[in-house]
């Protein structure tokens, strides 16, 4: 079946920093691809997402690509804030979204 | 703001209670999904509805039962409530249906439900 995974342990890093959030994933078929983030003590919001290979996605600075030769979708942010720090899923699937844990990112200024 | 709304926000039940949760999908959206959401977990898929349909269910035993209704509105209900159903349960609207819609599922702000 399909499955996410992603990095172990949060991120915490430097207000201006670089960000990679590295997440891997098994699946059939072409699936979706999303990066989801959930702010304290709030649902999830939407991202950015991908939907075929080599498509990359982008929204406020944050971009990952759609790899499938090495079945990856990484997340990336050139220059964190610290209105960044939240928590972030990565997920495919088509009508049921397969997740993975999430990695929480703390953003210090 | 993504258009879903959930209520209640936050619930607290005994062991062996039942409880029923409410979503509203955004205007226009056929498909209802619920996820829960285990505390430092990522969601997991509980079920779907297209069309007041059950259209796939994950890893959930049947006392975890749906409803949707033609207004956009849905349920998701659980009997006999275990501990481990402490959770934060999520619900997500989109347009398509099945077998395989790629189409965006937008969240809600979800109930969190403690059972003591």
């Known amino acids: 079946g399909n499955s996410v995974t992603q990095m172990e342990g949060p991120v915490t890093l430097s207000e201006e920093a670089f960000l990679t959030i590295n997440c891997t994933y098994t699946?059939?078929?072409?699936?979706?691809l999303f990066w989801y983030v959930q702010y304290p003590g709030e649902g999830l919001q939407l991202l950015l997402k991908?939907?075929?290979?080599?498509d990359k996605g982008s929204n406020k600075g944050f971009e990952a690509t759609y790899r499938k030769e090495t079945t990856s979708f990484h997340l990336e942010k050139g220059s964190v804030q610290v209105s960044d720090s939240a928590v972030y899923f990565c997920?495919?699937?088509?009508?049921?979204?397969?997740f993975g844990k999430g990695n929480q990112v703390v953003v210090i200024p | 703001e993504t258009g879903v709304t959930q209520s209640p926000t936050h619930l607290i039940k005994t062991r062996g209670q039942q409880v029923t949760l409410r979503c509203s999908s955004q205007?226009?959206?056929?498909?209802v999904s619920w996820y829960q959401q285990a505390l430092g977990q990522g969601p997991q898929f509980i079920f779907q509805?297209?069309?007041?349909?059950?259209?796939g269910r994950g890893n959930f035993p049947p006392r975890f039962s749906g409803l949707q209704f033609p207004n956009y509105s849905s349920e998701l209900n659980v009997n006999a409530l275990e501990l481990d159903d402490s959770a934060l349960y999520l619900c997500?609207?989109?347009?398509?249906?099945?077998?395989?819609?790629?189409?965006?599922?937008?969240f809600g702000p979800g109930t969190r439900l403690t059972v003591l």
């Open positions: 991908a939907t075929k290979a080599d």
């Open positions: 509805y297209y069309r007041e349909e059950e259209n």
């Open positions: 205007s226009g959206h056929n498909t």
């Open positions: 997920a495919l699937g088509g009508n049921r979204l397969a």
């Open positions: 699946a059939t078929g072409y699936p979706s």
């Open positions: 997500a609207s989109s347009w398509g249906g099945p077998p395989e819609s790629t189409d965006t599922q937008y």
